[in-house]
């Protein structure tokens, strides 16, 4: 992948847990490496299929001086947040912090952090039994695709379901989502479980009734066993109301433990 370089771009900001630093504010030096695909802006010598590194810059140094953080860790966040969200074409970003008047009763040449984010695919499977079923999907989507650090990419159709499990409940509405997001996979099952709290979710029954639900399918295509995140989700093979939907969005996706494709799963799931 192609990359563009900033390196050691000086700012002047207020950034910093003591008072003192947000009111005399401090030198800030910015190393930033943007990673992109540059092969149709170096084919034809397009200005507007890259991105202008002077304007860059310029986004760059408002971004990080137009609020005061207490710590720099947050600054480069929410300094790459906002650019990953402004450039489409921008897949990668790894940034360098220096901070050469830190408060350390120490010789050196500067403190520094380094971040790295980067866009990653996920498949989320959606559904709801009470209420207004579809409002409440479409509700959390609207959470989820004007946050900074996720957004949806596709939707799949929606289906009415039998209810799996405890069955004395109302029809279900299921669907999926594709989505890119910045966060690993645990910030994001713990963000999706916020998003659920947002719209009244309440876990009293397994698999009982609940105004919403958001499981994570597929990460990439990363298998964990980790307690609290197992991926691929461990039963979607089981289950048609997963896999209905899954088939508008990612058919041909292979499952990384079966090693099958989506689709192929579920004509299996059909026959038995």
């Known amino acids: 992948m192609d990359k563009i370089f900033i390196k050691d771009l000086e700012i002047f900001a207020n950034h910093g847990y003591f008072q003192e630093e947000k009111n005399l504010g401090q030198k800030f030096v910015l190393t930033m490496e943007v990673e992109l695909d540059l092969s149709k802006a ?10 202008h590194y002077g304007i860059l810059c310029d986004e760059i ?6 609020t005061s953080y207490d710590l720099i860790e947050t600054a480069c966040e929410e300094l790459i947040n906002s650019i990953m969200l402004k450039y489409n074409t921008i897949n990668k970003i790894s940034l360098e912090l220096k901070k050469p008047w830190a408060p350390v009763k120490k010789h050196l040449d500067y403190v520094s952090i380094k971040m790295e984010r980067s866009w990653h695919e996920a ?15 479409m509700d959390a989507f609207e959470i989820i695709d004007n946050s900074k650090h996720t957004k ?44 659920e709290k947002d719209l009244k979710r309440e876990r009293i029954i397994r698999w009982g009734p609940r105004t919403l639900d958001l499981d994570i399918i597929f990460y990439e295509d990363l298998i964990s066993y980790e307690k609290d995140i197992i991926l691929p989700h461990p039963r979607m093979e089981e289950r048609l109301f ?26 299996e799931l059909e026959n038995k």
Not at 61 to 66: L, N
């Open 42 to 51: 170096s084919s034809e010598d397009n200005l507007e299929d890259t991105v």
């Open 152 to 195: 949806i990419v596709e939707i799949a159709n929606f289906y009415e379901t039998e209810p799996f499990g405890y069955e004395d409940q109302d029809m279900f509405l299921n669907t999926a989502i594709k989505i890119k997001t910045m966060l690993r996979p645990k910030r994001l099952m713990e963000y999706l479980l916020e998003v």
């Open 123 to 137: 498949i989320i499977a959606v559904g709801a039994n009470i209420g207004d079923k579809k409002k409440n999907i």
């Open 242 to 267: 997963v896999l209905d939907p899954l088939c508008d969005i990612v058919p041909y996706k292979v499952h990384p433990i079966l090693n099958k494709r989506v689709i192929d799963i579920k004509k």
């Open 61 to 66: 140094e408002k971004e990080f001086t137009k």
